[in-house]
């Protein structure tokens, strides 16, 4: 899991996801103790972890919700009704740790309560279901920047692609047969096994958050993908230890064999999609594989050599491990480690090194094909350019941030525009905070993310017209009308507005309307709109 791309990414970058995977990571581990002994109390703080999880980031925390609860079911050492009566135990905890924050806000009267952005009706369930819920799956989320075509084509490979691939898939193959050879060898275990249980959670994760991520038709980003980070590690951990420790038997030396295969062609054709990165890593990867494969393979032959070595058979959560001491197996499994993470480790370590900033990152060097760092190619990005700008949203319309790569007028328009935070110049800054504390915001200007960098270069309220991509109603043009007949707004400044779009049209109108009745004026090439005295 430290190799991942994705996640050495987003666990130093400022951004819901990290915190949402350390709580469905936290909710796994409880759900794993509560099996072992149908103790209540793991299960209902599993289902705490889950309410919290669903605050960080919404309904994305109920991908992981039925692997568990199979789990649970399944092998838990309790009888059926007292199982299916902890479920539903869990499911309360879980409605009760997100619950009360969402009746505390229904509660509160619009007019006295921030208003809901990512809404078009200041609510925060329509957000929840809409926008952030069916939206997603669909591509119909009103208000949307951009509709599924511009996330990627969703298919079943979508997770390999050039958008996608080198974030995550380095070792995808190569688990989905660990899980399949650890199922296979433990079919006669019985139904409280907890290696059995395992698998299904960690498992049921990688299936149901891939294939939704796979096939979801509506906004996708690549640093989505830290999401899948915990099932993956879980299945590459459980499997590769305990299919070594079985290599006698021919089927989990075939299996794992196989599995070391499959990560080294996956590296192998991830590394190929960036040509000038590391050309030689890609055939040390594919050939490495093949060595090492052979070496575990070795091991399991009897009479060979350091492969004499018994090991234990899988029971329960018990792993006993056979030790490491014979000659020529730790080389054997330093090898085969080596050439599976060589290819995610690089990718980390060019992660590791390079300032990140904006609202869409990536992990990883630039790939042929993808329109810049999380940029796909249809947002018209050059590959490996800065997506420089407020780091952000977790689909309530907050963002904050400012790096390089932005736009120096008043927002790049388009995607580029509201995805990236503005950097002002001097000038402009000195304008904006002169006699600043005359008004209630020293400038408007169309975007969250536009907003932001200009806030943090004038350390002054900025109003963000239309919410995080300009398609709330929020302020409505009369409002932003009284606004300024009360003399609380300093500046409007320019920027282009997104065209052809769902959502709400205020923010269009809030601009022809200042437009027509306002006289420009320009600072250091930004377009602004002096609304105050």
Known sequence: MALTPAAVLMFRFNNPDALLVLLMTGAAYAVLRSIQDARLRWLLFAGALLGFGFLTKQLQVLLVVPGFALAYLLAAPAGVGKRLLHLLAA???????????????ELIPAADRP???????????????????????????????????????????????????????????????LAAGLLWLGRRAPRTDAVRASVIIWGSWVGVT??????????????????????????????????????????????????????GAMAAELLGRTATYLPWLRWV???????????????????????????????GAGIRSPGLKASGIMPRTTAALAVALAGPLAYSLSTASTAHSGSIVSAGPAVSGRGGPGMPPAFGGAPGAAAGGATAANGNGTAAGRGPG????????????LLGAS??????????????????????????NNAAGYQLATQLPVMAVGGFNGTDPAPTLEQ????????????????????????SDDAARIAAW????????????????????
């Open 115 to 177: 208003y809901i952005g990512g809404s078009q009706n200041n609510s925060i369930l329509e957000l929840t279901l809409g926008y952030n819920g069916l939206g997603r799956l669909n591509g119909e989320e009103t208000g949307s920047v951009g509709g599924g075509g511009n996330w990627g084509t969703p298919g079943l490979f979508r997770l390999f692609n050039s958008e996608f691939g080198g974030q995550i898939a380095w070792l995808l193959p190569a688990v989905l047969l």
């Open 210 to 263: 891939g294939l939704t991520f796979s096939f979801m038709a509506g906004i996708i980003h690549p640093y989505y993908m830290v999401a899948l980070a915990p099932g993956i590690a879980g299945l590459a951990g459980l499997g590769g230890v305990l299919l070594w420790q079985r290599r006698d038997r021919p089927v989990a030396a075939a299996v794992l064999a196989a599995a070391v295969v499959a990560a």
């Open 91 to 105: 499911g309360a905890a879980m409605a009760v740790a997100a619950g009360w924050w969402l009746a505390a806000v």
């Open 285 to 315: 990867a594919l050939l490495g594989s093949l060595a090492a494969a052979g070496l575990v393979l070795a091991a399991a032959v009897p009479g060979i050599k350091g492969a004499g070595t018994k090991a234990s058979g899988i029971k």
């Open 514 to 533: 200042v437009e027509a009745n306002f006289t420009a004026q320009t600072v250091d090439g930004t377009t602004v709109y002096l609304l105050a005295r």
């Open 406 to 417: 932005a736009s120096g007028a008043g927002g790049m328009g388009g995607l580029g525009g």
């Open 480 to 503: 932003f009308q009284q606004y300024v007949a009360d003399g609380k707004i300093h500046y409007f400044i320019s920027g282009r507005m997104m065209q052809g779009e769902t959502g």
């Open 423 to 448: 950097t002002p110049s001097a000038a402009l800054v000195t304008a904006l905070q002169t006699d600043a504390g005359t008004f209630t915001w020293a400038a408007a200007v169309v975007g969250s």
